[in-house]
């Protein structure tokens, strides 16, 4: 069965750094990107950016660019996102996706269960 | 950057065809995905590339993308299609993907 497990919830202080993981399995992990989808309290999906773990090229998007940060580990099959510095304005769900990606097309077909962020100040 | 619009509600009755719209300039020329989202869940792909099915997704489903609007279909929907749904449309611009801000719909 192909699945995205992550990391537990996490909560942290306004000004800590994070970061959540996003681990693959029941497809070889190297063939497909991985992205990364915020979802803010009661609000819609944010698309963040992808990463291929095979060598690690990454796209973010303008709004996230500078913000965050992400990472793989393709050895334990494993996708990071991170933060140096959390604010209050990060806490949100946040959601790994399995991305297909063409010329100008990108799909998320599986997704992970999402991790929770709270950050207080 | 780019951006697209979805109705924030749309109502069905069990069993007739519930249509949800995605708005944006030229919005036809670019690539559209449609995910599905009840409460408490991870989201679900439902539509790729305009109108293809992922394995497991019911026929009902289906999609549509013209001029400046993508069209998400359900047809004889069914209470288990309760739920939130948002558009994905592919930028040119940043190279990446944009969301609709989602259509809660309710079958009633």
């Known amino acids: 069965e192909v699945q995205l497990v992550q990391s537990r919830a996490e909560v942290k202080k306004s000004g800590e750094s994070l970061k959540i993981s996003c681990r693959g399995s029941?497809?070889?992990?190297?063939?497909?990107?991985i992205g990364w989808v915020r979802q803010m309290p009661g609000k819609g999906l944010e698309w963040m950016g992808v990463?291929?773990?095979?060598?690690?090229?990454?796209r973010y998007s303008p709004s996230f660019r500078g913000q965050v940060i992400f990472s793989a580990d393709k050895s334990i099959s494993t996708a990071y996102l991170q933060w140096s510095s959390v604010r209050a304005s990060d806490t949100a769900i946040y959601f790994c996706a399995r991305t297909k990606t063409g010329t100008t097309s990108l799909s998320m077909d599986v997704w992970g269960q999402g991790t929770t962020v709270t950050v207080s100040s | 950057s780019y951006e697209v619009t979805q109705p924030s509600s749309v109502s069905v009755s069990p069993g007739q065809t519930a249509s949800i719209s995605c708005s944006g300039d030229?919005?036809?020329?670019?690539?559209v995905c449609w995910y599905q989202q009840k409460p408490g869940q991870s989201p679900v792909l439902v539509i790729y590339?305009?109108?293809k099915r992922p394995s497991g997704i019911p026929e009902r489903f289906s999609g549509s993308n013209s001029g400046n609007t993508a069209t998400l279909t359900i047809s004889g929907t069914q209470a288990m299609d309760e739920a939130d749904y948002y558009c994905q449309a592919w930028d040119i611009g940043t190279a990446g993907v944009v969301f609709g801000g989602g259509t809660k719909l309710t079958v009633l």
């Open positions: 590339q305009e109108t």
């Open positions: 030229n919005l036809g020329d670019t690539d």
């Open positions: 990463i291929h773990p095979h060598d690690s090229d990454t």
């Open positions: 029941g497809y070889t992990f190297t063939t497909y990107w």
